[in-house]
């Protein structure tokens, strides 16, 4: 593996996702010992250099050497480009720049709601936080929804106890739980409803996927009610705990936790009315 040298890449340290991946850049030998720091820590030259504004958006790369940043997908490209360069060669292909660019910036502007980090307490400090992007956002919320829908689809179809499902039914009741849910933080600014809307839907998103082990397997061997309904509730008390975190996390109220199930109480005695 060759190591970049003199480049350090600026992560926020309040988002784990950040934190996850800029070490793995280290202790995969992409980047030297010191390839990465925190962004709070800049010091006064370094921000006379690095665009401010910028960066908290776009992960930024630093030459040590000649003072220059590179920022978002780009820096990315370059770190992992310089150990493999044939992928340095396709992503900087037009067509394939521009649908990274936009896939980059949809984890970056929701990379807050994707895996949520508690906010350093230190005052006087640089914040990393993400301009709110509203575009990106309910693009998420909406794939996010999707997911869920074509999930919950096949998987209703495997209980035979319940109603015939369709997926109408699903998208209602996947954005049912974003209508019931607001409906507790009217009080509150619509950033913060729309931020606890993300965190809502990754949950959801979170539960699918722990669903589809069971939709691919019962393909290919006819599961039994038990294992398919112990999943299930396996998959509910995960997502609850999970919920109950994010709350905690985001200083919202607990009783959100209560209406959560309260919601799915309701669109149980819905689907067997």
Known sequence: MK????????YDEDCPLCSLYTTGFVKSGMLD????????????????????KRAPNEIALVDNKTKTVTYGIDSLIKVIGFSFPLIEKMATIKPVHFILTKMYSFVSYNRKVIIPGGNSKE?????????????????????AVTITTLVLFGFSNLIPNLPKTNI????????????????????????????YAGNLMTISLMGSLILVPILILNQFVNLPQFLILGWFGITVFIMFAEHFRRVKVLNLPFY????WVLYR???????LD
Request: hydrophobic share 45%; aromatic share 14%; proline share 1%.
């Open 265 to 271: 109480i309701i669109a149980l005695v819905f689907i």
């Open 3 to 10: 190591t970049l040298e003199n480049q350090t890449l600026l």
């Open 123 to 143: 005052e006087n400090k640089l914040r990393c936080t993400p301009d709110f992007n509203y575009k990106y956002r309910f693009i998420f919320i909406g794939f």
């Open 256 to 259: 959100l936790c209560f209406t």
């Open 33 to 52: 010992e010191n390839g990465r720091k925190s962004y709070c820590q800049l010091s006064e030259e370094e921000q006379s250099f690095v665009d401010l």
């Open 168 to 195: 109408l039914r699903e998208f209602i009741l996947a954005i049912g739980q974003i209508i019931f849910q607001s409906l507790f933080l009217l009080k509150m600014d619509k950033k913060t409803i729309l931020n």
